[in-house]
């Protein structure tokens, strides 16, 4: 019994000798010739998942930056939208006030324009001005059909092809808020010869 009773045993199946740093006869006999196939077969398959990998990311990668791009593009048009929105319903009230600031002006021409009615003039005013109205109209001013609207027109004597149209009398002032007409200054014209500089 005691020959069949074997103890615990070692064996050493490294395959390079550690004392002489050889590698080993029985490492090389039993090796499958399969394997470096295989092993080929593993970097095959390790590439292709690469590949597949770096295509998979370029495409997200590709998505996501149309994603953002549209979401750009969305967000610029919703603020022009809400600064057009903006502008159009100060224009309409403002353009609601255009009778009361045409009687305030006649008030002051009449100078009725004092006590309580200049100080709530002025405080008109000064809102209409903070929300962008501007007037514009003035003797001088070279005609405009696109802000004017002439009702009368004359010509100075002797004037020729050459003339230039000029704003002779402001009957009523135009206004406008941010680049838009709202409504144009009504006035008289004349046919002048331009002025010699």
Known sequence: MADHEEGFVFRDNRKVDPETGEVRAHATEGADQSAPSDGLADANGIDEAAAFTE?????????????????????????????????????????????????????????????????MGEAVDSVATRFGLETYGVIGDVFDPAIHEALTHTVEDGVGADAVTIVENVYQVGFRHAGRVLRPARVGVQDRAPQAE
Request: glycine letters at 2%.
């Open 55 to 119: 295509f998979a990311m370029a495409e997200l990668t590709a998505d996501l930056q149309r994603v953002q791009a549209e979401y750009a593009n969305y967000r610029k048009r919703v603020e022009r939208d809400r600064s057009l929105a903006r502008d159009h319903a100060i224009a309409d009230v403002l353009l609601a006030l255009l009778p009361i600031l045409d009687d305030m002006q006649r008030a002051r021409e009449h100078n009725e324009f004092v006590g309580a009615l200049k100080a």
